[in-house]
């Protein structure tokens, strides 16, 4: 049945950034893509008013054009490939807050969820891409960034490039049911924001403190750019300005910028608490020396080895391995404040 333009409109300006429009002219993925960013921030929903002609045209598109358009290459789009990037690292960083628990987190579900975030971009409209060499670059990326949050940058460029490569149009399928089609999405839509939903319900303090840690090593990476450093501050405070612009408030100077710098303290309190908290484990002051944590961190690696306490296994893997942690915090040199800002 062909799908109507004030239809598309109308579902757009009601159910927008929760993908109604999309849903009602066949684009599941768009669909989904949009519930999980709620309209990729609000920016994305405004920004394709005045695609949505070409949209319904599309899912109207008869069946012998769609097959014409089977076995070309579509041809190269930036905006989709920095989509990809976008979504990429974002789907990395729920995986970071609500997964980084899990063993071989940074072989596995990293790559994983990066990877599928940029598959998700690439499916959006009449276009898709090679799934196993797309996520083959994922997985094959990860390693070389092991254990560290920036790895969702490289891991997420990796990954865009080759669904680029790969691009190409999607092959002609029957029409399914309503029904089968809310059920994917359903488990699509589980699948990503349970975890994050559990580890945020249950485990509120630990997820702060990821979030904070992870935007804090971004934040520390970007530093070494310049002209990178504000553009991300300003697109970090995209969502917050669109929001003031919505409600009727549009003034907007660099007094905005106290909002970045409620954040900033919000990372320093979890990084100032961070080393204070692997002083305690340690057995240190604070202010010790280099040589003082390395000395201390020999000591008690050596009292609380797990093959010197065959006895208490178990209480000397948890001692080991806090004793560890508090050592890297506290080896990793303490950036001066103001220097994220």
């Known amino acids: 049945m062909a799908k109507g333009l004030l239809v598309t409109y109308a579902l757009w300006a009601v159910g927008g950034p929760a993908g109604l429009h999309h849903l009602y002219l066949g684009r599941d993925s768009h669909a989904l893509l949009w519930m999980l960013t709620l309209g990729g921030g609000g920016l994305g929903w405004l920004w394709e008013f005045w695609k949505l002609p070409s949209f319904v045209a599309q899912a109207n598109r008869t069946q012998g054009q769609r097959q014409r358009s089977e076995g070309r290459t579509p041809p190269l789009s930036l905006t989709r490939f920095v989509a990809q990037m976008i979504v990429g690292i974002y789907f990395g960083l729920v995986a970071l807050i609500g997964l980084s628990f899990m063993a071989n987190f940074y072989i596995v579900g990293l790559p994983l969820a990066v990877g599928l975030g940029v598959l998700l971009v690439a499916a959006v409209g009449n276009q898709t891409t090679d799934f196993k060499n797309t996520l083959g670059a994922a997985f094959l990326t990860s390693p070389l960034f092991y254990g560290r949050p920036i790895a969702i940058l ?176 506290l080896s990793q040199p303490r950036k001066p404040r103001g220097s994220w800002r």
């Open 154 to 329: 490289p891991i997420s460029l990796s990954a865009s490039i080759t669904a680029q490569k790969h691009r190409r149009y999607k092959a002609s399928i029957g029409s399914e049911t309503l029904s089968i089609r809310l059920y994917r999405l359903g488990l699509a839509y589980l699948a990503f924001t349970g975890p994050l939903a559990y580890s945020t319900f249950c485990n509120t303090a630990a997820t702060l403190s990821y979030v904070a840690e992870t935007l804090g090593s971004f934040l520390s990476w970007f530093s070494f750019f310049p002209l990178i450093g504000p553009l991300m501050e300003s697109v970090l405070l995209l969502p917050y300005r669109g929001w003031r612009l919505l409600m009727g408030d549009p003034r907007f100077s660099s007094s905005n910028f106290q909002e970045w710098e409620k954040l900033y303290k919000f990372v320093s309190s979890f990084q100032d608490e961070k080393r204070q908290l692997a002083y305690q484990v340690l057995s240190l002051s604070e202010g010790a020396t280099n040589e003082e944590i390395h000395q201390r961190y020999r000591e008690l690696v050596k009292i609380w080895h797990p093959d010197h306490n065959r006895h208490r296994t178990e209480e000397a893997e948890r001692h080991f391995l806090e004793i560890q942690a508090a050592y890297e915090v």
